[in-house]
């Protein structure tokens, strides 16, 4: 009874060492006698007992390998870089994915470590942040050649984090900082000119415009002084009268304006009766004097002869 109980007890360990289970998204490979007999899927699956033996179970499933590189560009800018490798076991190259590498991670950080080496100190240390793209292409393309006939796929290639050393850093926000600084103020500066221009043409045209205005109130006070003096010539009162009672009218006149402002500096004026009889024959004499001028400049007029002392 128990020798059949022993060979009872070896049937059942038997039986249950013949199943196996694959879970979903991979892939068992069997091995019958140490050497490779098939791929077995997701699901159940029979296998010889002792005989054949479940080696290695892979993970069919997209992977992520992040490489971290030292390198150094064209203008001699040490950076530290992060490359993330996206990667997949091929399906139908399950076997060739475990027999022919024995590390594929390591693989695959060499070949990310060639490519990254021999692009980025083509570059200069701005051109690498803008072109990482290419860099990541170039990783891409390079792993996908390689790797492929190992039974691996590559996915994606990301250039995830370059980290220039912090003195490099520092310099960069420095120049940035100073040509931000440059820029405000050649704003600044172009604000500053547009505005002493503005103001310049205000006043120019402020200046025309009164220049304009003390013209016309010119114009109108020649009109009102010439008719006063046709209605007082009306009168029977003669011009050189006429204008003597204007002259002394606008003398009172000024004296006036002066008196009622309560702003006024001190301001000396003859007051006199005769005071505006003086200036109208000063203005009378200044200008007789100025057109015997202006007729002895004339060509043709004879200068008037000169008189010799004895």
């Known amino acids: 009874m128990v020798f059949l109980g022993i060979i009872g007890f070896l049937a059942l360990i038997t039986l249950f060492a013949s199943f196996f289970t694959v879970k979903q998204a991979t892939a068992a490979i069997v091995e019958r006698l140490g050497k490779f007999h098939s791929v077995r899927q997701s699901g159940l699956h029979l296998k010889i007992p002792y005989i054949d033996q479940v080696t290695k179970r892979m993970n069919l499933r997209i992977q992520q390998l992040d490489v971290i590189i030292d390198t150094k560009t064209l203008d001699n800018v040490f950076v530290r870089m992060k490359v993330s490798v996206q990667y997949q076991v091929i399906t139908e190259q ?25 692009e980025v100190p083509k570059m200069k240390l701005d051109d690498v942040f803008v072109r990482k793209d290419d860099i990541a292409i170039a990783v891409k393309g390079e792993l996908q050649e390689a790797m492929q006939s190992y039974g691996y796929d590559i996915i994606k290639a990301l250039v995830t984090d370059i980290d220039p050393d912090e003195q490099v850093k520092h310099a960069m926000n420095r120049i940035n900082a100073a040509e931000r600084e440059k820029t405000a103020a050649e704003y600044e500066s172009e604000a500053q000119r547009i505005r002493i221009v503005a103001v310049a043409k205000a006043e120019a045209e402020s200046k025309k415009l009164q220049g304009q205005g003390i013209a016309d109130q010119r114009r109108e006070i020649a009109k009102g002084l010439e008719e006063s003096v046709k209605m007082l010539n009306s009168a029977n009162i003669s011009s050189q009268e006429a204008s003597a009672l204007i002259i002394i009218t606008q003398h009172y006149d000024t004296l006036h304006s002066i008196g009622a402002s309560n702003r006024s500096n001190l301001v000396l004026l003859p007051n006199t009766p ?13 200008m007789a004097a100025t057109q015997k001028m202006d007729d002895l400049a004339k060509p043709g007029v004879p200068e008037p002869p000169r008189q010799h002392g004895h």
């Open 94 to 118: 399950v076997a060739d994915s475990f027999y022919r590498l024995e590390n594929p991670e390591n693989q695959i950080t060499s070949y990310v470590f060639d490519v990254v080496r021999a």
């Open 274 to 286: 005769t005071s505006a009889s003086t200036m109208l024959n000063d203005l009378v004499v200044s």
